[in-house]
């Protein structure tokens, strides 16, 4: 069938994904590498084995123990009623842009961005636009508030870390950006996706959540907590911005095994985010010997490190992959990405960009 009636801005567009290639040494989407111990895996089976004698009903629309429990995890005195749930912060961030974007609506950045920002927009029908980080990937607050001001966005979108660069923004930036977007009547999503890995000292946009009604900071548990698969993401808010999350969710979304699974892992907290501090030491001394390779790197506070810059940067990942490792090809011109695995992954990585670079 040649005429189906695809939406214009579809036409001819692929799904979007990093390659997921069967490789030795997978550092291309910043997963963590740690799987879960034996003690978490066996928690697991057994809320979901729990939950199995109930899969005949709907699950809690509400989530209202999980909401509990995210909320004591977060603390900064966020209350169940200011969380929201989904399955990956991905659906979160489409939930907010179904809810705060729309025809006639603009979502702002601030590129290099999060690669999937512009998807979300063009599926809720939003324009989309960016600004620029300057050259070290921070962010000018007079570029941005001018951005603000001319584009009049309902949603800004702020990374913080920052994917793919790993830079993080400090408090009076946040501040600063949600007062002028209350300013033009939007709100401010802070996606600290990463947020469990910033060096000491840089602080979380939950600090100033209490000051600022148009704020949303939005976690998972894919990065930090070894829990990609089961796909959860998560938001603190208002109890307004919420609740007008709750009005454009589909009924149910969220599983009751995604719900039971979430749970364990929060009880398990403590042991799932001790491998984040080796994670934090494996990407600080990966900094250190890309620099000493005389390669330009950028600051990260996530588990993850940009650094470059190649002429032929396609060639340096080629190159990589041809020995096993698998980066990711992403961010500005010259640059890659590589993802923080454990020692053995990250030798196995130096290895092979030793022998690429040679
Ligand atoms: C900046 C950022 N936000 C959000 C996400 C989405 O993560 P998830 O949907 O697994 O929660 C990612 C995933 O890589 C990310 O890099």
Known sequence: MTSLPLREELRGIEPYGAPQLDVPVQLNVN??????????????????????GTLNRYPDREFTALREDLARYLGHGVTPEQVWAANGSNEVMLQLLQAFGGPGRTAVSFA???????????DTVTAWVTGHREDDFSLDLDHARAVVA?????????????????TALPLAT??????????V????????AYGEFRRAGTPSALEVLPDNPNLVVTRTMSKAFAM??????????????TDAVRVVRLPYHLSAVTQAVARVALRHADELLARVDDLRAERDRTVEWLRGQGLDVAESDANYVLFGRFADRHAVWQ??????????????????RVS???????????????????
């Open 174 to 183: 946040v501040t600063a950006l949600c007062e002028a977007a209350a300013g």
């Open 185 to 192: 009547g939007g709100v401010v999503v802070v996606d600290e």
């Open 112 to 122: 290099p961005t999060y690669s999937m920002y512009p998807e979300y927009a063009r």
């Open 340 to 358: 923080v695995g454990t020692p053995d992954e990250m030798a196995a990585f130096e290895k092979a960009l030793t022998e690429v670079l040679s």
């Open 228 to 241: 990609a698969g089961v796909r959860l993401g998560y938001l603190a808010a208002s109890r307004e911005i």
């Open 319 to 336: 190159g990589l992959l041809d020995r096993g490792v698998l980066i990711r090809e992403t961010g500005p011109d010259g640059w890659l």
């Open 150 to 166: 001319e584009h009049r966005p309902t949603v800004v979108l702020l990374p913080s870390p920052n994917n793919p660069t790993g």
């Open 31 to 52: 997963e963590n590498p740690y799987p879960p111990s034996e003690a978490v895996a066996a928690d697991v089976a057994r809320a979901v084995a729990e939950v199995t």
